[in-house]
């Protein structure tokens, strides 16, 4: 099993930062692709950004330039960076995680997540 702590939610300004953090334990080999999804109240949850195993990384077009993901490995921490935050992002902020599979002795990432943290809530006033 694994668990996922989401941490560093909270209340910012219009043009400010904040910094998550998802704590990942466990069985971390469970969870070798990772990503953030946000949710708001009568919206479709989307996935924000996505860390492969091997360490690529890709951002939806709504925070591309502003938000960026990483992880400490040796932690086993996930981050996601939120600068110059918007009105519109404004929502409960998610991690989740996945082992993903091996093919033709290449490990794939299949997007199909199988961990999630509680969210933390993250409020953009204008």
């Known amino acids: 099993q694994v668990q996922l702590v989401e941490s560093g939610g909270g209340s910012v300004q219009a043009g400010g930062s904040l910094r998550l953090s998802c704590t990942v334990s466990?069985?971390?080999?469970?969870?070798?692709?990772m990503a953030w999804f946000r949710q708001t109240p009568g919206k479709e949850r989307e996935e924000v950004a996505f860390?492969?195993?091997?360490?690529?990384?890709n951002v939806a077009d709504s925070v591309k330039g502003r938000f960026a993901i990483s992880k400490d490995n040796a932690e086993n921490i996930l981050y996601l960076q939120m600068n110059s935050l918007k009105p519109e992002d404004t929502a409960t902020y998610y991690c989740?995680?996945?082992?993903?599979?091996?093919?033709?002795?290449?490990?794939?990432?299949?997007?199909?997540?199988?961990?999630w943290g509680q969210g933390t809530l993250v409020t953009v006033s204008s």
């Open positions: 466990g069985d971390t080999r469970r969870s070798r692709c």
């Open positions: 989740a995680g996945e082992p993903g599979m091996v093919l033709y002795s290449a490990h794939l990432c299949l997007h199909a997540f199988d961990y």
């Open positions: 860390i492969d195993s091997d360490g690529s990384t």
